[in-house]
């Protein structure tokens, strides 16, 4: 084999998998793979802050500081902070003392916890739904 058409042979090997590559790639990145850090990024949350639901009656409300409070616990409404009604957004106000609500909050170490969905009004377990009914026991017929 002559030298010349050695470095002609290498040249078009080159150039064959130059445009192949550039082929492939169309200047768009490559997919990244799924991994958790990407995962946990998406949620916007620490993972020490997990979403928690809760429900239950109001016992009070402080619209100035944004609170209320639902057995021991004391909830605080946040910017974040998603409030519905009927699947309507509403502000704090409308949230009365005696009122049944549910949601969920971001797990923290501190005293009060930030809310993130809360549900105002709806049925309170008590107020109809089969499963909350006490079971009475049956007087079985199989004696008689």
């Known amino acids: 084999m002559q030298p010349g058409c050695l470095v002609r042979a290498l040249f078009l090997l080159a150039t064959c998998c130059f445009a192949t ?7 768009v ?6 991994s958790r850090t990407n995962a946990a990024t998406a949620t916007a949350t620490t993972p ?29 409404v946040t910017p974040r902070s998603k409030l519905l009604q009927a699947d309507k957004p ?8 005696g009122e049944w609500v549910t949601g969920s909050y971001l797990r ?7 809310v993130l969905s809360l549900y105002v009004g709806g049925k309170s377990p ?9 079971r009475t026991p049956q007087a079985s017929s199989a004696g008689k």
């Open 108 to 114: 923290t170490s501190e005293t009060k916890l930030p």
């Open 90 to 97: 509403v502000p704090l106000t409308e949230a009365l003392v």
């Open 21 to 27: 590559f550039a082929a492939q790639t169309n200047g």
């Open 48 to 76: 020490g802050q997990r979403p928690v639901p809760f429900r239950g009656t109001i016992k009070s409300v402080d619209k100035t500081a944004q609170t209320f409070v639902i057995g021991a616990r004391t909830f605080v």
């Open 126 to 134: 008590a107020a109809g739904s089969p499963n909350a009914k006490a």
């Open 29 to 34: 990145p490559p997919p990244r793979a799924y």
